[in-house]
C-alpha cells in the first residue's frame, strides 16, 4: 500500500485550518451586515463558497472520466469518484444552506428558482453517478461505464443551467437579493467572500486526496485479499 | 427565528455535513485497516505452514 | 450501409412491437390512467383542468417514455439478441444512430397518439393548435430517447435496472423536458416558438453527437 505522502498533505492541512479561521473571523465579525437582510446576509459567504468547488468537482469528474477511458489507468476512475463524492457533499451543503436563507429573505423555504432548480437537477445528477457503482459487481464494467455516465452527467451540468434560466423569464422573480452579488459593496464583505472561496476550494484539494488515497487503499486491499486467497488455496 | 438564528442553522448545517463526510472518510479508513490487519494474520498463518 | 443497418433494426424493432404490444400498452394505456388521476387531482384542488393539457401531456411522455424505453431494451436482452448486435461489424456509432432511430420512431409514434387523445380530454381544437404541438413535440421525445439509449444500457448492467435507469435518466433529461414543454405549452396557445425549436435543435444535437462518441465504450463485454 502507497504512504500518504504526509508532506504536501501536512501543508496542505495547516494552510486549510488557517484559512477557514481567517474566512470565518471574517464573514462573521469583519465583514459589515447587509443593509437590507441584516446578519442572514453572512449565510451567502459560505453558500457561495461550497457551489464554487461542487463546480469545479464536477468539472473534474469530466476530465477524469474522459482520461479514463483515453488511458484505461483504474486511478483516474478513483479520482473521478473522490471528486464526485465530494462535489455531492458540497451541493448538499448549497442545497440545505440555500432554503435556510431563503426563508428570511423571500419567506418561503424554497422557490423554483433557477438556482435551486438547477443546483437540485445538479445534486440528482451526481448522486446517480454515485449509486451507479454501487450496483455494478465486475471492477472494469463498473469504471467504464461510471465513466460514461459521468461525461454525460458533467456535460449535462450547464445545459442544466442555461435551460432553467432561459424559461425563467415567465415566472416572477423572487424579491430580494434577484442577484446574488446586488449586496457586495463594501471591500470587507468581497474579502470575506475570497477568503471563503480560498478556504473552501482548499477544503475540497484536501478531501478529495483522501478521497482518492482511500479509493486507491481499497482497491489495492481487495487485490491483495484477492491474491492471498489463490496462495492460501495452493497451500 | 431572527437573523442570528438562521445564520446559525445555516453554519451549524455546513459544519455537521462536512462532519458527516468526514467521518464517513475516517469510517472507511478505519474499516481498511482493520482488513489490512486481517490480511496480516493470514498471511502469518501462511507463512507458519 | 448505414441506412441498411437503421432499416434492419427499425423493421425489427416495429415488428416485435406489433407482435407485443408492449410499447402500446405501457405507454398508451398507462397514459390514460395518468390522466384519469390528473382530472381528479386538478378538480379536487380548485385548478382549473382545462388549464392543463400541455403539464399532462409531458407527464404523460416521461412517465411512459421511462417505461417503455426500459422495456424495449429488456426485451433486446432476452435471447442474446443485443449480444448480437455488438457483435455486429459495424461503428459503434452507427449502431447507436440505429437504435436511437428505432426507439424514437416508436416514442414519437405514441406521443403522436397522445394529441388526440389529449385534445379529446381537455375539448382543445384539433386544428392548427395542436398542428403546431407537433415539432416541439418530437424534438422533446427525440432528447429524451436521445440520452435514454445511452442510459439504458448503462443502467442494464447493474443489479437494479428497473429503479436505477429512471433515477439516473430523468434528471439527465430535465433540460430537454424544461424547452420541450416551454415550446408546446406556447403552440398551445396559438403562436409558434422559434426559439424553443432552436434550442431543442441544440440540445439534440449535442445529445446525438455525445451518444455517437460514448456508445463505443458501452458495447464492449
Known sequence: MKQPSLGFDGFLMVVLIALMQVALIWALVVAPADATQGDVQRIFYFHLGSIWPGFVAFFYVLYGSIRYLMSRDAKWDRRSYASGQVGLAFCTIVLVTGPIWAKPTWGVWWAWDA??????????IF?????????????????????????IGASMVPFVYFSTRWFEVQHPKPVVMGDADSGIKDPNMIWALMLALAAFTVLYVVL???????????????????????????? | MNGLGYLTAAYSAVWLILAYFITSLLLKNRRLLRELSQIEQRVKTLENR | ?????????????????????????????????????????????????????????????????????????????????????????????????????????LLGLMSLLLLPLISLFFNLKFDTQIAMAVPG?????????????????????????????PVIHLPL???????????????????FSW???????????????????LYEFLLEE
Open chain 1, 127 to 151: 448522486l446517480g453517478y454515485i449509486m451507479l457503482r454501487d450496483y455494478i459487481d465486475d471492477q472494469a464494467k463498473r469504471e467504464r461505464l461510471s465513466a460514461v455516465l459521468g461525461i
Open chain 1, 115 to 124: 438556482r435551486l432548480t438547477s443546483t437540485l437537477l445538479m445534486w440528482l
Open chain 3, 137 to 165: 413535440l418530437l424534438l422533446g421525445v427525440s432528447g429524451f430517447v436521445a440520452i435514454g439509449t445511452l442510459t439504458v444500457v448503462i443502467t442494464a448492467n447493474t443489479r437494479i435496472s428497473d429503479i436505477l435507469f
Open chain 3, 1 to 105: 450501409m448505414n441506412s441498411n443497418l437503421i432499416s434492419l433494426l427499425l423493421a425489427k424493432d416495429l415488428k416485435r412491437e406489433l407482435r407485443s404490444k408492449e410499447i402500446f400498452l405501457s405507454s398508451f394505456l398507462f397514459s390514460l390512467i395518468i390522466l384519469c388521476i390528473f382530472y381528479f387531482a386538478a378538480t379536487s384542488s380548485n385548478v382549473d383542468f382545462a388549464k392543463l393539457p400541455n403539464t399532462a401531456l409531458w407527464i404523460c411522455i416521461a412517465f411512459s417514455g421511462t417505461i417503455g424505453l426500459h422495456r424495449t431494451h429488456q426485451a433486446e436482452l432476452v435471447n442474446g439478441c443485443y449480444k448480437a448486435l455488438m457483435l455486429a461489424p459495424r461503428a459503434a456509432g452507427n449502431l447507436y444512430l440505429a437504435k436511437y432511430v428505432a426507439n424514437f420512431s
Open chain 3, 195 to 213: 426559439t424553443g425549436i432552436q434550442i431543442l435543435c441544440i440540445l439534440n444535437l449535442v445529445f446525438l453527437s455525445l451518444g455517437y462518441l
Open chain 1, 208 to 235: 478529495w486526496r483522501r478521497g482518492t488515497e482511500l479509493a486507491e487503499a481499497d482497491a489495492d486491499l481487495s487485490d491483495l485479499r484477492l491474491r492471498l486467497s489463490a496462495l492460501e488455496d495452493e497451500a
Open chain 3, 173 to 191: 433529461v430535465v433540460p430537454v423536458l424544461i424547452a420541450a414543454v416551454n415550446c408546446t405549452q406556447i403552440a398551445f396557445q396559438g403562436k
